[in-house]
């Protein structure tokens, strides 16, 4: 499941004096001196230029502080060209698209955080194709792994924006250095760390699926996590796509990969309970107990920087900090899961296809990460300007040349599955129903 949520953080506010100057950067002014810094101010800007005076308007779910960012981080862009960027966010973002699309009120353009979701919208003819510029930025600055996900029946609609790495297990820097513990770097040794701590009398994992309506959804993360550690990509994929069926062996083996934690008695639930309290847990209050030592590991996405109590430092050596779930197979590479949005177009103006390619480049994936709490895979993004630790952290791990990213699974599959028994099987799997039995409930839910 794709979620936003970001580490609370104060806005970073250098460059804004530059960027107020820039109003002005590519004017006609009398000061000579003047003209020569806003036309330096403005050289990235050149290939976008010709569409003074026009607007484009953006859907997406990104709202509150989240926005404010978003505007902050196209402002010199919009002073350089004269093209006014619109955006607007909605909690009700997935439905609402659709009824705007179909009711012929589509945005210029929206950040599509399912592949799913954009396939629905090209496969019905809505969506534009990408333009040659935007094509080639995209496949400059993104792996290849990242763009199938916006390429439909060979078609390419837009490059990815934001990303978060969900191959993360929390822990608590201090209270490892206290118990002389180590941060695993393989499969193996997470689960000796385990058993280490379990016999030492504490629950060593703490969990929760409770998500109002959309509880369950960390459970599949958890598979699909394990999916990728036990099988290849190519299976992965298959499996995204019903290429084998939801109660294939390689599905039932990943299944019971992630039960050798979830459903282990003695692992969990760590400041809750049983296994059974997993299912009752809140995804925002689950990794809780390890600023109090009630548990030491939770396996959660980068974004969960978000919830740590405030006050909490979130760093390398601090309170809590994350490392990567370990792979089990070294030889399949460095498996990452992971999500994130795709810029995606209704409309192809010359003034739209600009936006759309300056937000596929370097210098805008840049200029978003300079104000904090934001990931990208653009190669072209320079770690130095990425100031939170986690953030950094996931950075490296997506541009780590041994990484093999996919992309959440449930966000890949038709939302009957994905966003519905997929999540609710998860829920009979945690309160004790088998493998078999829910997987075979999935998979005669697929639609035909």
């Known amino acids: ?51 003074d005076g026009k607007k484009v308007t953006i859907y997406s779910s990104i709202r509150d502080i989240e926005a404010d960012r978003l505007d902050e981080s196209w402002k010199q862009f919009e002073d350089c060209t004269g093209i006014e960027i619109d955006h607007e966010g909605s909690g009700e973002f997935e439905a609402q698209l659709g009824v705007r699309v179909d009711g012929g009120n589509a945005p ?51 490059a990815p924006l934001g990303s978060n790495v969900k191959s993360f297990v929390w822990y608590s820097p201090k209270t490892f250095k206290e118990k002389g513990w180590a941060v695993p770097t393989t499969w193996d040794e997470l689960i000796a760390l385990s058993d280490k701590i379990a016999a ?22 958890w598979i699909e996590d394990l999916m990728l550690r ?6 992965y994929d298959q499996w995204t796509t019903h290429g084998i069926p939801f109660n294939d062996p390689k599905v039932a083996e990943a299944l019971d990969k992630a039960g050798t934690i979830l459903k282990n008695e003695k692992y969990v639930n760590g400041g809750f309970g049983g296994v059974k309290s997993i299912a009752t847990t809140s995804f925002q209050e689950a990794g809780t107990p390890i600023t109090t030592g009630k548990c030491a590991l939770h396996r959660q996405a980068s974004f969960y920087a978000n919830q740590w109590p405030e006050g909490t430092k979130v760093a390398e050596d601090g309170d809590v900090f994350a490392f990567y779930f370990p792979a089990i197979d070294s030889a399949k590479g460095k498996p990452v899961l992971g999500g994130g949005e795709f810029v995606a177009a209704f409309a192809d103006r010359p003034e739209v296809q600009a936006v759309q390619t300056y937000l596929a480049s370097g210098e805008y994936a840049n200029s978003r990460a300079k104000i904090g709490d934001w990931v990208s895979a653009n190669k072209k993004l320079d770690l130095a300007n990425v100031p939170n630790p986690v953030d950094k952290l996931s950075v490296q791990i997506l541009q780590d040349q041994k990484t093999v990213f996919r992309f959440d699974g449930s ?25 078999a039995a829910v997987l075979q409930g999935i998979e005669t839910s697929w639609p035909k």
């Not at 030492?200 to 993360?221: F, Y």
């Not at 966000?411 to 493998?435: H, I, Q, R, S, Y």
Request: hydrophobic share 40%; with cysteine.
């Open 1 to 51: 499941m794709a979620v936003f949520a970001r580490p609370r953080q104060a806005l970073a506010v250098a460059g804004v004096l530059g960027l107020a100057l820039s109003v002005t950067a590519c004017g006609t002014g009398d000061d000579k001196s003047s003209d020569k810094a806003d036309s330096a101010e403005c050289a990235a800007y050149e290939k976008y230029q010709g569409n």
């Open 108 to 158: 210029d353009l929206a950040f599509i955080p399912q592949p799913g979701l954009l396939k629905r919208f090209a496969d019905a003819g809505k969506l534009k194709a990408a333009s040659a510029d935007t094509k080639a930025m995209a496949e400059e600055n993104y792996s290849a792994d990242w763009l199938k996900y916006s390429t439909v029946n060979g078609q390419f609609y837009g």
């Open 200 to 221: 030492d009398g504490t629950k060593p994992w703490c969990a929760g699926i409770e998500s109002g309506d959309a509880t369950g959804w960390p459970a599949t993360d």
């Open 230 to 235: 036990t099988q290849t990509p190519e299976v």
């Open 411 to 435: 966000d890949l599959m038709p939302a009957a599955v994905g966003a519905g028994t997929f999540w609710k099987g998860m829920v009979e799997w945690v309160n004790g129903k088998d493998t």
